[in-house]
Nanobody
Framework: VQLQASGGGLVQSGGSLRLSCAAS????????MGWYRQAPGKQRELVAT???????NYADSVKGRFTISRDNGKNTVYLQMNSLKPEDTAVYYC????WGGGTTSYWGQGTQVTVSS
């Protein structure tokens, strides 16, 4: 599975961005897709995930501000980010997890999100 992330950029505090993650194959059978982020000097952390049944999970730090969704027809997962804060500044990565005899994970390249104060 190849993943192409896009949509990052520079935004002021309180602004919004929508990230997209386009997959090279149908995502309807991908068990979990998610967004992760890594800020300078910090470990990569989970932001949000969505299952094939559209169950969602969010990091506490983004609950109520970010929304993850999937469009199986476009093989794309989105991350709508509202009320952005400077601490949301990071490189954002998408990931696809396939289950079956263990978990195989595929990562996309990152997209930079910078929130200015």
């Amino acid at each position: 599975v190849q993943l192409q992330a896009s949509g990052g950029g520079l935004v002021q505090s309180g602004g919004s961005l929508r990230l997209s993650c386009a997959a090279s194959r149908s995502i309807s059978s991908i068990n979990v897709m998610g967004w992760y982020r890594q800020a300078p000097g910090k470990q990569r952390e989970l932001v949000a995930t969505i299952s094939s049944a559209s169950f969602t999970n969010y990091a506490d730090s983004v609950k109520g501000r970010f929304t993850i969704s999937r469009d199986n027809g476009k093989n794309t997962v989105y991350l709508q980010m509202n009320s952005l804060k400077p601490e949301d500044t990071a490189v954002y990565y998408c990931r696809a997890d396939l289950w079956g005899g263990g978990t195989t994970s595929y990562w996309g390249q990152g997209t930079q999100v910078t929130v200015s104060s």
